[in-house]
């Protein structure tokens, strides 16, 4: 595993900027890959193998497509290319999903093979789909191969972004790598990113975990309302945790010099399933939609082919995911929607109050955390049922329940969509000058900061829910 949550606050990442900050330019980048594979090795050496592994093949089969653009043999690219993706998503699919299929293949056919038990490397889902975006990109000469080894190894194992994403394409940092502006405004923003996103992980999600944690272990045996307050609890759990993330590797990206593209833009206030994942993991969306649906025809080959398209791209963003079933239907079930939305119902919601518009698409996604959180289909089937009311609408727990965490639920709703930081940033803006004005974030922030140090060193409980991926 990774280095703790204190040691990484205390000790690594203030080390790791003093170091970076006090070195030349030229040096920056070593500096940053070996403090890479010092975060990403800690405990697990092993993996560091692995992510080597593919940042060579990668950088290789770059400077290959290079080479046979230059002598002249074009037509061998994609027999490059094929390698790439073969390697790439053969060593993912060895490491992610072998287990899963033997399992699968126990239960369907009755025989006992045994699991290989076989460890997931944390974070190769980003990272692979990091280095297949590299040299899909050099083969439809969209950028130029990468020479310096080291430069592209520090964009492979940056470790702000390596386990929790954003995924970070090579054409969206390349000038980066070489040229960073960095200033105290920069690193100011960047501090102030970071402790957001912090205190989203550590003093939200972490809470709201807790409260998940509770109600589901009741096996779907509660009323609607209780079952509603748990699943409502998870909603935003996944939503603080993973954006939280985020906003930790954007802020210290900007510390480091680099500017990372958002990937959550407030997706609790979009109108349909379609726009949800528009405003969702952005880079991962982005990442399928121009990797794998254009590629396979969108929709320029006529409606059937589209839903075709659809259902192969979601049955694999479900499956990157996770190694589970549920994940398969979790990715199926949105299909579902995004076809029932593209066929007529998008329209009849552009045509309706956005009122209704939230409504459905927060119940739709609503629904689609309680199967993406359950392991067992039919433990998501069951607390699926006592949601809408199977074992009776409300009853003394429930009541216990709301009137315990209706202020965390609620802080929780309120934080998750813009009002709040349209409210903030209109009030910093009317203090009249740029010094009160960062007076009041470093406040903010050094509070939060330290709020949020103290619930890690205080607390047992922090799970990582992006661990699978």
């Known amino acids: 595993m990774v280095f703790s949550s204190a040691v990484f606050l205390l000790i690594f990442l203030p080390v790791v900027l003093l170091v970076y900050y006090a070195v030349p330019d ?64 053969g060593m993912l699919g060895f490491f992610k999903y072998t287990d899963f299929l033997i399992s699968s293949v126990n239960v369907l056919t009755g025989q006992g093979f045994d699991l290989l038990g076989i460890a997931l490397p944390i974070g190769i889902s980003f990272y692979t789909f990091q280095t297949l975006s590299y040299t899909i990109d050099v083969y439809r000469r969209e950028i130029k191969a990468q020479h310096n080894i080291l430069d592209f190894g520090m964009y492979i194992c940056m470790f702000p972004q390596l386990i929790a994403g954003p995924i970070v394409k090579y054409r969206d940092i390349e000038r980066q790598l070489r040229n960073r502006r960095l200033n105290s405004d920069r690193i100011c923003a960047g501090i102030f990113r970071f402790t957001l996103g912090l205190g989203k992980k550590v003093l939200l999600a972490n809470s709201l975990g807790m409260v998940w944690d509770e109600i589901s272990a009741q096996n779907g045996k509660t009323a609607a309302l209780t079952a509603l307050i748990g699943a409502a609890a998870y909603m935003l759990q996944i939503y603080f945790d993973f954006s939280g993330y985020s906003d930790m590797a954007i802020g210290i990206g900007k510390m480091l010099g680099f500017d990372f593209l958002e990937n959550f833009d407030y997706p609790y206030e979009s109108v349909s399933v379609t726009e949800f994942w528009r405003r969702w993991h952005i880079s991962l969306g982005s990442w399928f939609r121009e990797y794998l649906y254009i590629p396979l025809g969108g929709n ?15 049955s694999l963003t479900g499956l990157w995911h996770g190694a589970g079933w549920n994940f398969v239907v979790w990715g199926l079930y949105f299909f579902a929607l995004l076809a029932v939305e593209k066929l007529f119902w998008l329209e009849k919601l552009k045509k309706a109050p956005a009122v209704v518009g939230r409504i459905y698409t927060l119940l739709a996604v609503l629904v689609s955390w309680v199967i993406f959180a359950c392991d067992d289909i039919a433990a998501a089937g069951r607390y699926i049922l006592s949601m809408v009311g199977a074992n009776g609408f409300a009853d003394a727990a429930s009541v216990y329940y709301l009137r315990e965490y209706f202020f965390l639920l609620a802080i929780g709703a309120l934080l998750s969509v813009s009002f709040v930081r349209r409210l903030v940033s209109k009030e910093l803006r009317a203090l009249p000058d740029e010094g009160k004005r960062f007076g009041v974030k470093a ?27």
């Open 300 to 314: 320029r080959r006529g409606l059937p082919r589209q839903m075709l398209n659809l259902l192969i791209v979601w």
């Open 443 to 469: 406040a903010v922030g050094g509070v939060l900061y330290i709020a949020s140090l103290l619930a890690v060193i205080g607390s047992t409980y922090n799970p990582f829910l992006y661990f699978r991926f």
């Open 26 to 89: 030229r040096v920056r980048n070593p500096v940053l890959l070996v403090s890479s594979l010092l975060f990403y090795g800690w405990g697990e050496p092993v993996y560091i193998l692995i992510m080597l592994f593919s940042t060579v093949f990668d950088f290789s089969n770059g400077l290959m497509l290079e080479w046979l653009d230059r002598s002249g043999k074009p037509d061998r690219r994609k027999w490059v290319l094929v390698l790439s993706l073969v390697g790439n998503l």
